[in-house]
């Protein structure tokens, strides 16, 4: 149980574009999603964090208008890198935390992990 | 505010020892959530174990244990019989499960080798 899907798995895409990764809950209805970005070799930083029907609340430093996130469903978050530059490639990495009342809902169970890179 | 510290950036291990990761945290929670996560080099992030500050009892899961020293505020990884697959990042985290977003705070990570 507990797993989290990300699609897709790797994007390389032209500096100026958009992308859109998606984050589902495959076995568990997730009233939270998290999004993080990761660098090699380096800890995970949390860019912000959604919760399903509400606006998502972005980490300081962290540009909403650049990194779109919608929660539109309790098993669906997605990213959306808009007008992306070769500054943006990263590994980002969404994490999903249970509905309340199924249990073990502190815990935050993570996606693969999307490689991006902008050129 | 938390902060979790992993000082040891690297540890290396001979297979089917023991290796001990250590962590500290500083917070003025009482209650309040611990985790290790593991990374191996396809990046997934794996739950490892996970850690109720109001249980006393340390948690286990097969080969993995922890310290857990709520006083001292250290929370070490104890992993026996290491093997090859042990290899990866290996993050601690703290969660303060306060209002409707529980945020983790990790640690910078610590590199584990295990060798052959």
């Known amino acids: 149980g507990a797993v989290v899907s990300q699609h897709p798995s790797r994007v390389i895409c032209k500096s100026g574009t958009s992308v859109k990764i998606e984050c589902r809950s495959l076995?568990?209805?997730?009233?939270?999603m998290f999004w993080y970005r990761q660098f090699p070799k380096q800890s995970l930083m949390l860019m912000a964090t959604?919760?399903?029907?509400?606006?998502?609340?972005?980490e300081q430093g962290v540009e909403k208008d650049k990194f779109l996130i919608n929660h539109a469903s309790l098993t669906l978050s997605t990213l959306t890198v808009t007008s992306a530059h070769p500054e943006d490639s990263s590994f980002y990495i969404c994490?999903?935390?249970?509905?309340?009342?199924?249990?073990?809902?502190?815990?935050?169970?993570f996606g693969p992990g999307t490689r991006l890179l902008v050129l | 505010a938390q902060t979790v510290t992993q000082s040891q950036p690297e540890m290396s291990v001979q297979e089917a020892e023991t290796v001990t990761l250590s962590c500290t945290y500083d917070?003025?929670?009482?209650?309040?959530?611990l985790f290790w996560y593991k990374q191996p080099p396809s990046r997934q992030m794996i739950l490892v174990i996970r850690?109720?500050?109001?249980?006393?009892q340390n948690a286990t899961e097969n080969r993995f244990s922890v310290n857990f020293q709520k006083a001292a505020k250290s929370f070490s990884l104890k992993i026996s019989d290491s093997q090859l697959g042990d290899t990866a990042m290996y993050f601690c985290?703290?969660?303060?499960?306060?209002?409707?977003?529980?945020?983790?705070?990790f640690g910078k990570g610590i590199t584990l080798s295990v060798r052959p």
């Open positions: 994490s999903a935390s249970p509905h309340s009342g199924q249990g073990a809902e502190e815990t935050q169970y």
């Open positions: 076995d568990f209805q997730a009233t939270t």
């Open positions: 959604s919760n399903e029907g509400s606006k998502a609340t972005y």
């Open positions: 917070t003025s929670e009482s209650n309040y959530y």
């Open positions: 850690q109720e500050a109001y249980k006393q």
């Open positions: 985290a703290f969660m303060n499960p306060t209002g409707a977003n529980s945020k983790l705070t």
